[in-house]
C-alpha cells in the first residue's frame, strides 16, 4: 500500500509537529495543509498508520447525543463524514444505514423520548418509535416477551451510517502527503524539551525535533503521553473489546444497540456481524480480549438475534478507551502554552474524525479556538462546566 510517500529523515524542525497517526493525527495535518496552508508538518506515530484505536473501533457514526454541545459536535462531524470521499478523492466506504437504540423499560421509554426532542429540536433526525415499527425497521430482531428483557420501543435515528475505518485513515494520510506533510511511522515520541511554558522541541527514537506547535492526539495514551509534557488530565484508559462472526447473506441494515443488554450489532458489506458492548471494568492499557467477555457479547446478541446462535466467531479484538469523568473529549489548548490536546474520545473517537480534523486545525493555524469545541476544554473540570454524555453510549448505562 503506497497511500503515502517513502520514509524520509526527520527534518531538524517543523511548524507543526502532531504526535499520533491515526485518523485524528492525520486529519489534523490534512486540514493544516489544505485549509491553511500549513505544510511544514510532521506526523510521529510509533507503530503504523491508524494502527491503534483507529484500527480497532467498529466504524460506527451517529449523533444522537444528549446535550446541545455533544449533538451540534458531532452532527457537523456526520455532515463531513457524507461528503468526505468525494473530499479525499478515496472511497471511505460511506453508508447511510439508521441506528436502532432498544427500550427494555418504561425508564427507557422516559429517557428515549425526551432524547429524541432535545435531538430533533437540534435539527438530528431521532424519533421514540413502538414495537412495530422497530419490527419494521429490523425485521430478524427477537420480540417475544420471553426473555430476559423484552423490547418496548425504541430510539430511531435515520442519521446513523457506518464507514471504513482504516479507509478514512489511508485517505487522510495521503490527502496530507499531497499538501507536502511528512508522515513517519515507528517513530516514538520520548518526552519534550519545554522552556518558559512552551514545548520548543519533541524528542523521538529517532532524534530531537524542534517545532512551534505541538498537537497530542493518541487516544488510549493521552494521560501518559500528556504527562511526557507535565499535563495531567483527568483520564483513565480501560479496554474495549469486539468481534466478528462469519459472513452471512444480508439481513440486517441498522446499527442496532441495546444499553440494558450491553450489546450493539451490525452487519458490514462484507456481510460480518460486528457484536461490541461497553468498557472492561477496570483500566488497563494492555490490548488483551478475554473469554468472559466474549461470553458476555454472544448471549446478548444471541438474546436479540438468535439465528447468531449457529454463527462462529472470526475475530476478537480489543482497543484503550481514555475516559473522562463526564465521558466527553479534551479538545483545545492546555497548561503548555503551544500544546494542543485531542484527547478523552472514551468509545466515540473514530465518528468525531473529521470535525475533530477540522477545528483542531483552524485552532493551530489562527490561535482561536471555534466555537463548535470550546465547551470541550480542559478548563471545565476546574470550572465545574462538565458536559455529561454518560447516557449516550451505545451499549452502557
Same mark, same amino acid.
Given at each position: 500500500?503506497?497511500?503515502?510517500?517513502?520514509?524520509?529523515?526527520?527534518?531538524?524542525?517543523?511548524?507543526?509537529?502532531?504526535?499520533?497517526?491515526?485518523?485524528?493525527?492525520?486529519?489534523?495535518?490534512?486540514?493544516?495543509?489544505?485549509?491553511?496552508?500549513?505544510?511544514?508538518?510532521a506526523v510521529l506515530e510509533r507503530g503504523y498508520l491508524g494502527g491503534g484505536n483507529t484500527a480497532r473501533n467498529t466504524a460506527v457514526i451517529r449523533s444522537n447525543y444528549l446535550t446541545e454541545e455533544g449533538i451540534r459536535f458531532y452532527s457537523e462531524s456526520v455532515r463531513l463524514f457524507k461528503y468526505l470521499s468525494n473530499e479525499l478523492g478515496f472511497n471511505v466506504l460511506f453508508e447511510p444505514r439508521g441506528q436502532m437504540t432498544l427500550a427494555h423499560t418504561e425508564g427507557d421509554l422516559h429517557n428515549f423520548r425526551w432524547r429524541a426532542e432535545v435531538n430533533r429540536h437540534l435539527g438530528v433526525r431521532s424519533e421514540l418509535v413502538g414495537r412495530e415499527d422497530v419490527r419494521r425497521y429490523v425485521p430478524h430482531l427477537n420480540l417475544s416477551e420471553d426473555v430476559r428483557f423484552p423490547i418496548l420501543g425504541g430510539l430511531w435515528h435515520a442519521d446513523g451510517a457506518t464507514a471504513r475505518h482504516d479507509a478514512v485513515a489511508w485517505g487522510y494520510a495521503r490527502g496530507a502527503c499531497s499538501h507536502g506533510v511528512e508522515v513517519h511511522q515507528h517513530t516514538e515520541v520520548l518526552g519534550f524539551d519545554l522552556a518558559n511554558g512552551r514545548a520548543v522541541a519533541v524528542l523521538t527514537n529517532r532524534g530531537r525535533v524542534e517545532c512551534n506547535d505541538v498537537v %497530542?492526539?493518541?487516544?488510549?495514551?493521552?494521560?501518559?503521553?500528556?504527562?511526557?509534557?507535565?499535563?495531567?488530565?483527568?483520564?483513565?484508559?480501560?479496554?474495549? %473489546?469486539?468481534?466478528?462472526?462469519?459472513?452471512?447473506?444480508?439481513?440486517?441494515d441498522p446499527h442496532v444497540s441495546s444499553p440494558r443488554l450491553h450489546v450493539y450489532v451490525? %452487519?458490514?458489506?462484507?456481510?460480518?456481524?460486528?457484536?461490541?458492548?461497553?468498557?472492561?471494568?477496570?483500566?488497563?492499557?494492555?490490548?488483551?480480549?478475554?473469554?468472559?467477555?466474549?461470553?458476555?457479547?454472544?448471549?446478548?446478541?444471541?438474546?436479540?438475534?438468535?439465528?447468531?446462535?449457529?454463527?462462529?466467531?472470526?475475530?476478537?479484538?480489543?482497543?484503550?478507551?481514555?475516559?473522562?469523568?463526564?465521558?466527553?473529549?479534551?479538545?483545545?489548548?492546555?497548561?503548555?502554552?503551544?500544546?494542543?490536546?485531542?484527547?478523552?474520545?472514551?468509545?466515540?473517537?473514530?465518528?468525531?474524525?473529521?470535525?475533530?480534523?477540522?477545528?483542531i486545525a483552524?485552532?493551530?493555524?489562527?490561535?482561536?479556538?471555534?466555537?463548535l469545541i470550546k465547551p470541550?476544554?480542559?478548563?471545565?473540570?476546574?470550572?465545574?462546566? %462538565?458536559?455529561?454524555?454518560?447516557?449516550?453510549t451505545a451499549a452502557g448505562l
Amino acid at each position: 500500500m503506497h497511500f503515502t510517500p517513502r520514509a524520509t529523515d526527520l527534518r531538524k524542525r517543523y511548524d507543526v509537529v502532531i504526535v499520533g497517526g491515526g485518523g485524528h493525527g492525520l486529519g489534523i495535518a490534512y486540514y493544516l495543509a489544505k485549509d491553511h496552508a500549513i505544510r511544514s508538518v510532521a506526523v510521529l506515530e510509533r507503530g503504523y498508520l491508524g494502527g491503534g484505536n483507529t484500527a480497532r473501533n467498529t466504524a460506527v457514526i451517529r449523533s444522537n447525543y444528549l446535550t446541545e454541545e455533544g449533538i451540534r459536535f458531532y452532527s457537523e462531524s456526520v455532515r463531513l463524514f457524507k461528503y468526505l470521499s468525494n473530499e479525499l478523492g478515496f472511497n471511505v466506504l460511506f453508508e447511510p444505514r439508521g441506528q436502532m437504540t432498544l427500550a427494555h423499560t418504561e425508564g427507557d421509554l422516559h429517557n428515549f423520548r425526551w432524547r429524541a426532542e432535545v435531538n430533533r429540536h437540534l435539527g438530528v433526525r431521532s424519533e421514540l418509535v413502538g414495537r412495530e415499527d422497530v419490527r419494521r425497521y429490523v425485521p430478524h430482531l427477537n420480540l417475544s416477551e420471553d426473555v430476559r428483557f423484552p423490547i418496548l420501543g425504541g430510539l430511531w435515528h435515520a442519521d446513523g451510517a457506518t464507514a471504513r475505518h482504516d479507509a478514512v485513515a489511508w485517505g487522510y494520510a495521503r490527502g496530507a502527503c499531497s499538501h507536502g506533510v511528512e508522515v513517519h511511522q515507528h517513530t516514538e515520541v520520548l518526552g519534550f524539551d519545554l522552556a518558559n511554558g512552551r514545548a520548543v522541541a519533541v524528542l523521538t527514537n529517532r532524534g530531537r525535533v524542534e517545532c512551534n506547535d505541538v498537537v %497530542q492526539a493518541v487516544a488510549g495514551w493521552s494521560s501518559v503521553v500528556a504527562r511526557k509534557a507535565g499535563i495531567r488530565l483527568p483520564i483513565h484508559s480501560y479496554p474495549l %473489546q469486539a468481534m466478528v462472526t462469519q459472513p452471512y447473506k444480508p439481513v440486517l441494515d441498522p446499527h442496532v444497540s441495546s444499553p440494558r443488554l450491553h450489546v450493539y450489532v451490525h %452487519q458490514t458489506s462484507r456481510g460480518e456481524f460486528v457484536i461490541g458492548g461497553g468498557s472492561d471494568p477496570y483500566p488497563l492499557y494492555k490490548t488483551r480480549v478475554t473469554l468472559e467477555q466474549r461470553e458476555l457479547l454472544s448471549a446478548a446478541a444471541i438474546e436479540l438475534f438468535p439465528f447468531l446462535g449457529q454463527a462462529r466467531v472470526l475475530r476478537q479484538w480489543a482497543g484503550t478507551t481514555d475516559m473522562t469523568p463526564d465521558y466527553s473529549p479534551i479538545m483545545g489548548v492546555s497548561p503548555v502554552k503551544n500544546y494542543y490536546l485531542d484527547a478523552g474520545w472514551g468509545t466515540w473517537g473514530f465518528k468525531a474524525t473529521p470535525v475533530c480534523g477540522k477545528t483542531i486545525a483552524a485552532l493551530v493555524a489562527t490561535g482561536t479556538t471555534p466555537d463548535l469545541i470550546k465547551p470541550f476544554a480542559l478548563e471545565r473540570f476546574y470550572r465545574h462546566k %462538565q458536559i455529561n454524555e454518560a447516557g449516550a453510549t451505545a451499549a452502557g448505562l
